[in-house]
């Protein structure tokens, strides 16, 4: 812990390895000013930190990928995409 | 074109919603129903997206976009992209992708549900609705 004095201006510097954070101020209480560093995420993106599900299978996915853990063959898309065509020619 | 390369994870996904659609049809078969299922649409979806994105990453109906909370898991000065497999449904699904690891090459990293509605409804067995298809 430290003791700083905030200039004219009210500023005061943390140091530099707290270069570059994003920080929430929270000034409502008025007997203690808090400085939480935060993580800012778009707000599109939001939803994936709330799906745990699919943030489970982003975060495997991306394990994998940095181990070089991938698989030994890929499927057969097109193969797929055929059967499919033909599920649904079959269906007329 | 880009030669693809899928991580264990995107692939056990994709096998699953293969199986899904698979047994879907065939109980279907069975029953002399002709409406495909979700599962099936679903399936059909996903593949297509897969294709295209093999095909053309670039293509405006996969309405890729970069995603600026991922790290890329090669290169942090790059990007990972989400695509779409459906949009403006609450049952969307979500393709994760980078490129990577070599040059001309492309990760799939992964295949998820974009809802937890979605999510719920997988792990009762059945699928979200169809959604917009790409086109």
Known sequence: MTTKTLDSKGRVTLGSRFAGQTVVIDVSNPTCIMIRPVVMIPADEAWLYKNQTALGLVRQGLNDARSGNFADASPDVDGDLSWLNNVEDQRR | MHAVKWTKAAKESYEDLTAKAVARSDARKKKKIRKSSVDEGLFQQVAKTISLLCTNPRQPGLKTHEYDSIENPYDKQKKVFEAYVQYQTSGAY???????????????????????????????????GKGVRNQ
Not at chain 2, 97 to 106: H, M, S, T, V
């Open chain 2, 94 to 128: 979500r393709v994760f992708w980078c490129y990577g690891p070599d040059a001309r090459e492309l990760t799939i990293v992964a295949i998820t549900p974009h809802s937890q509605c979605a999510v719920n409804r997988l792990e009762k067995g059945s699928s979200p």
